[in-house]
């Protein structure tokens, strides 16, 4: 069980560039995740997904775009990268099993945006 | 207020000492606590969830209270490796505090 895996592990942008971070996950979990977390800010949720096709705005979506592809896959695309994107960026998964639904996280994407 | 707040740290403790963080949150009806551990560049693992007053694993311990709306970590007789972040969230959709930095020393 690999769990949570994303990529590219590390990016360089230049300003104005596009990009689509891969996220899967094999625990045939129903909800993933996309957050980014700067330096003394915790984690900060870009946009989620409930279920296989359906996509919701989390705290920080602007200037960003996600599609849930199938169950397995949640990608998250800048169009257009600015540098105020620079960040470390995680995806995650959960189920809900009775009252519990805990999350488990990818390695991150260091994304900078020179 | 921030929905999640939690002691800004850094927490600079003893080997074998104990040491508590307190997380405080907005959204009363929440039934669902985690508190996660980040280790320095790496993603966050989750340590404890909490769906009632409290929960206990080993030198960790989970408490809840509502009234106050506040989750509290307790860590017993600390060791290095518990040096690093701690994050608290909860909700159904994961809102996440900032972390407390703790550093256990020799």
Redesign the interface.
Same mark, same amino acid.
């Given at each position: 069980n690999a769990g949570v895996t994303q990529t590219p592990k590390f990016q360089v942008l230049k300003t104005g560039q596009s990009m689509t971070l891969q996220c899967a996950q094999d625990m045939n979990h129903n909800s993933m995740y996309w957050y980014r977390q700067d330096p003394g800010m915790g984690l900060r949720l870009i946009y989620y997904s409930a279920s296989e096709g359906t996509t919701d705005k989390g705290e920080v979506p602007n200037g960003y775009n996600v599609s849930r592809l199938n169950k397995r896959e949640f990608s998250l695309r800048l169009e257009s990268a600015a540098p105020s994107q620079t960040s470390v960026y995680f995806c995650a998964s959960s189920e809900q099993t009775g009252s519990s639904y805990e999350q488990y996280f990818g390695p991150g994407t260091r994304l900078t945006v020179t | 207020r921030k929905e999640?707040e939690q002691d800004p740290g850094p927490f600079n403790v003893p080997e074998g000492a104990t040491v508590a963080f307190n997380c405080t949150y907005s959204n009363s009806a929440s039934? $669902?606590f985690?508190w996660y551990r980040q280790d320095c560049r790496?993603?966050?693992?989750?340590l404890m $969830?909490v769906?009632s007053s409290g929960n206990e694993d080993g030198r960790f311990t989970a408490q809840l209270n509502r009234a106050s709306q506040y989750i509290s970590l307790l860590i017993r007789d600390s060791k290095l490796s518990d040096s690093a972040t701690y994050?608290c969230?909860y909700g159904?959709?994961?809102?996440?505090?900032?972390?407390t930095r703790l550093s256990v020393l020799p």
């Open positions: - | 999640v039934q $669902s985690f790496k993603e966050p693992k989750l $969830s769906y994050l969230s159904q959709n994961f809102v996440f505090g900032p972390g």
